[in-house]
């Protein structure tokens, strides 16, 4: 097929996006035992932010490369040429990394607008006392809701059931989720796109992990050394619990209780082991240095950026036909 200069370098971008993503999709799944294993020895805050870097890696380092990189090169290097000739193998990876992208978004935009109208109903039927919009219905819900303007929703129902400290430490586990501002890591998640068209899966285990060290991060955020606010916090997620799990169909929300299956290991940490307690440096001090060998490459890469087009060039020249 002949496509004009322009329409060429949108068909590349998406090729080899599909390419290169696929490739650093692969190496972080297969990598994805050892990330989890490393997590679980470091605290809970810089476990999620290790599992979240390394689920976002695969798009983020495709991003670079061809922005970085590739766009470069066929700007300075390919002749202006009106048409030239695509083969179908580049157009086959280019439909491939347009639909990925197309339903990444759909799928984000879908969900935000599905969160940002379910917290226009809430406070519409709701009282608002402080930043706190109180539910009048049965639901069982205590959630950070929505992404730009986050709000915290609680129904009456565990207003009710929760005595005044155990109200207290709650909503201070909420506000850490709005601190961290984990409803828009969901929300970058949802932008991820698949590495296969309508095929999900693979990294789930890494958004699972990042999902529960968060709870055990905002936990701990709570409970900010007191043992009487570790107890508060634990009998609130027992008695939340006992009135039933909420499950929206709005994602972006960051609810008490995420997923009852880790339940019992939350109060157990409550309990039992300190939230608090301090974990061992050492695995810091191992990601530190990878994160420090990884910008000493792109520095390296930067340096020999000149040299490195040419080469990019005559790969894409490849691909193209």
């Not at 695969?58 to 090169?73: D, E, K, N, R």
């Not at 193998?89 to 969900?111: E, K, N, V, Y």
């Not at 601190?179 to 949802?190: E, G, P």
């Amino acid at each position: 097929m002949t496509l004009p200069y322009y329409v060429r370098l949108l068909c590349l971008c998406f090729a080899i996006f599909f390419v290169a993503h696929a490739a650093v999709w692969l190496v972080v799944r297969a990598a994805s035992g050892v990330t989890l294993r490393i997590a679980d020895t470091m605290r809970p805050r810089m476990s999620a932010r290790l599992l979240f870097g390394a689920r976002v890696m695969p798009m983020a380092l495709t991003l670079f490369l061809i922005m970085g990189f590739c766009v470069p090169s066929y700007l300075w290097l390919e002749p202006d040429i009106a048409s030239e000739r695509v083969g179908l193998l580049c157009l086959g990876a280019a439909l491939l990394g347009l639909t990925s992208w197309l339903i990444a978004l759909t799928r984000a935009l879908a969900s935000m607008i599905c969160t940002e109208r379910y917290v226009r109903r809430c406070g519409q039927n709701a009282c608002s006392s402080g930043d706190v919009l109180v539910l009048s219905n049965q639901a069982t819900i205590m959630a950070i809701a929505g992404v730009a303007h986050p709000r915290l929703v609680v129904s009456q129902r565990v207003m009710d059931a929760l005595s005044e400290d155990q109200r207290e430490v709650a909503f201070r586990h909420e506000r850490a989720h709005r601190t961290s501002r984990d409803n828009l890591k969901k929300f970058c998640l949802l932008l991820l796109p698949d590495v296969l068209p309508f095929v999900g899966g693979g990294l789930t285990c890494l958004e699972r992990g990042w999902a529960r060290f968060t709870e055990w991060a905002a936990d701990d955020e709570a409970v900010d050394g007191s043992q009487e606010r570790a107890l508060s916090l634990a009998s609130a997620l027992v008695r939340v619990a006992k009135l039933g799990v909420h499950r929206s169909s709005a994602y972006l929300l960051s609810t008490l209780i995420e997923d009852d299956r880790d339940l019992a290991t939350r109060i157990d940490r409550l309990l039992r082991e300190p939230a608090y307690a301090e974990k061992p440096l050492q695995p810091l001090l191992v990601w530190a240095r990878c994160k420090a060998l990884v910008i000493g490459c792109i520095t390296a890469t930067l340096l020999l950026w000149p040299q490195s087009l040419g080469s990019i060039h005559r790969l894409l020249e490849h691909l193209v036909h």
